[in-house]
């Protein structure tokens, strides 16, 4: 049985279809006093998928409560946005590992049953888990979307050292260059990138990231790249988390398009991951 959290009803839906099971019906509600409240309405089955991304503290609380109503079954459970991911490490006394701090709260309904996750930013978090743990790749659809787009010379760049990996894969499915870009961030929303040399002249140019989030650092990306001759700069990330103006960011600073997965449900997600977490699940 499939239960779609409130964050992830439509790729549930997806998933449930392409795996041909039973998907739950689910009621959310909000109590007049801001508590969150869920109830499952279907009779549940032995082994249960639950898939609900954490974009908001409250999806956070939805999670803990279908893990709660599923307690005592066999558990698939499927984050494919992982909110705080980004909050793996302590830089200063005092501070929390929140990444860490949310696992060791899903640990204990997870005792007979297994996570996935899809593209999680910081891979250390998997260590805190105490149950078997995948972490899904979504580049290869959004290659092959990109792939589908008819693009010319096509050169796929990293806005940082940290995707490379990302942009390799990506371009040994697309069959064209990979490079990066020299990024230094001077604070938590002030980042400058070096004028490193690319070879983007007259090149349709694709920058390929496991999220988007203020835009503001994929916006200084493009405009750069613009500045040195591409053709096209198209955007293609695992995760649309477009905080406010965002979009607007991206798309005045010259990009021809955004493409994203549906880990979270933004208008510009149209490439599924639901075949990814499908083939998890069967196996």
């Known amino acids: 049985m499939i239960i779609g959290g409130p964050a992830s009803q439509l790729l549930a839906g997806r998933v449930a279809t392409t795996l041909n099971e039973t998907l739950a019906l689910c009621d959310y509600k909000t109590f007049p006093d801001g508590e969150s409240y869920s109830q499952i309405v279907t009779q549940l089955d032995d082994e249960i998928a639950i898939i609900q991304s954490t974009p908001t503290d409250r999806d956070l609380v939805y999670l803990l409560q279908l893990l709660d109503i599923c307690r005592g079954r066999r558990v698939s459970l499927v984050i494919p946005y992982f909110g705080y991911a980004r909050q793996d490490k302590i830089f200063k006394p005092g501070e929390p590992m929140t990444a860490r701090a949310l696992a060791t709260a899903l640990n204990p309904f997870l005792q007979n049953g297994s996570v996935h996750l899809v593209n ?64 230094t961030r001077l604070s938590g929303t002030e980042v400058s990138m070096a004028p490193k040399e690319v070879a983007v002249k007259g090149r349709d140019v694709v920058i390929f990231d496991d999220m988007i989030a203020t835009g503001g650092t994929m916006a200084m990306a493009i405009s750069f790249l613009r500045q040195q001759g591409a053709r096209r700069v198209f955007l293609a990330a695992v995760h649309p988390v477009l905080t406010g103006s965002a979009i607007l960011k991206l798309y005045r600073s010259g990009v021809e398009a955004v493409v994203a997965t549906d880990t979270l449900d933004k208008g510009v997600s149209t490439v599924s991951v639901a075949p990814l977490i499908a083939k998890a699940l069967r196996s």
């Open 120 to 183: 999680i930013h910081a891979p250390s978090i998997m260590a805190h888990f105490q149950c078997p743990i995948d972490n899904l790749d979504a580049t290869a659809l959004l290659a092959e979307r990109v792939g589908s787009m008819g693009l010319v010379d096509t050169v796929v760049i990293s806005p940082d050292k940290g995707a490379v990996a990302m942009a390799k894969t990506a371009a040994a499915c697309l069959g064209c260059d990979s490079d990066y870009l020299q990024k």
